[in-house]
Nanobody, 121 residues
Framework: QVQLVESGGGSVQAGGSLRLSCAAS???????MGWFRQAPGREREGVAG???????TYADSVKGRFTISKDSAKTTVYLQMNSLKPEDTAIYYC????????????????WGQGTQVTVSS
């Protein structure tokens, strides 16, 4: 098992930056970690994922703007979000699983409680 706690959300203007953190209760070196988001009225979607070999996947909508990374202790996963757009507004969730599916933790993963990101124009 693993517990996940997200932080770092907030409100920014378009073009701004935020860094989200996901603190895990254990070493996630051999886990698939990912960030998802869910906007009102929309399905949850994968944003960025990193597998146990540090292979990274990004959604097309965030490529070149978002960066997923892990700290050296492998207990925290970050999502650096630059050049934010109003359409990035959503609740962002961290997820962890023993394996990736399509580059992301599957739906049956462990999930954090989410952190709100609001981008105003």
């Amino acid at each position: 098992q693993v517990q996940l706690v997200e932080s770092g959300g907030g409100s920014v203007q378009a073009g701004g930056s935020l860094r989200l953190s996901c603190a895990a209760s254990r070493d996630t070196s051999y886990w698939c970690m990912g960030w998802f988001r869910q906007a009102p009225g929309r399905e949850r979607e994968g944003v960025a994922g990193v597998d146990s070999r540090d292979r990274i996947t990004y959604a097309d909508s965030v490529k070149g703007r978002f960066t997923i990374s892990k700290d050296s202790a492998k207990t925290t996963v970050y999502l650096q979000m630059n050049s934010l757009k109003p359409e990035d507004t959503a609740i962002y969730y961290c997820a962890a699983a023993r394996f990736c599916v399509g580059g992301y933790p599957p739906r049956s993963s462990y999930w954090g409680q989410g952190t709100q990101v609001t981008v105003s124009s």
